[in-house]
């Protein structure tokens, strides 16, 4: 059986990170979503939160799980027995960080990072970005789940 583990801050998930999600789910039997908990960064959304919000996309999948985790991404690995960290690319200015991560966490553990691109429509996409729009009133519609929409309407007050 094949275990894929989609680490990330998730701080709302986006529609690109779900479409990164989606793919995993067709291409390995089982994947674990995993959620950084006490990131440097202030999150928006509670730990509860993300959760709920990912399991309300990721439910319909039937093979996605759902965790938190704190400290090293290869011990979390280890933990649930995955056999690759999964990560999506938007960008080649991703690439950089992302390498340097995945080739960090082979010489901790050994464990194979693989990447997925992100479909082209959400290359520009970003957490950081959809909370700003929100924030000041723009709309994200279409580029996250519905739910994280009203969520981060009633969030932002916008
Ligand atoms: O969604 P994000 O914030 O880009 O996700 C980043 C994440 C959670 C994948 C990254 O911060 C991470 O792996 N954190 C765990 C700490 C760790 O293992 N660091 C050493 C590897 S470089």
Excluded: W
């Excluded at 801050?9 to 089982?30: K, L, M, Q, W, Y």
């Excluded at 649930?80 to 991703?94: C, H, W």
């Amino acid at each position: 059986m094949s275990t894929a583990l989609v680490p990330g801050s998730f701080d709302p998930p986006t529609n690109g990170h779900i479409d990164v999600i989606a793919r995993c789910s067709a291409v390995f039997d089982r994947v674990v979503v995993a959620i950084l908990l006490n990131s440097t960064k202030k999150p928006l959304f509670t730990d509860e939160e993300r959760l709920a919000m990912l399991a309300t996309s990721c439910d319909p999948m039937g093979n996605v799980e759902l965790t938190t985790f704190e400290g090293l991404l290869v011990d979390q690995a280890a933990s649930i027995d995955a056999d690759v960290i999964v990560k999506g690319l938007r960008a080649i200015s991703d690439f950089d960080y992302e390498l340097s991560m995945a080739q960090m966490n082979r010489n901790l553990s050994g464990i194979v990072t693989m990447f997925v691109a992100t479909k082209p429509e959400f290359g520009y996409l970003s957490s950081s970005m959809v909370k700003e729009v929100s924030r000041l009133g723009g709309s994200v519609s279409g580029l996250v789940p519905p739910h994280v929409e009203e969520a981060l309407k009633e969030r932002t007050g916008s």
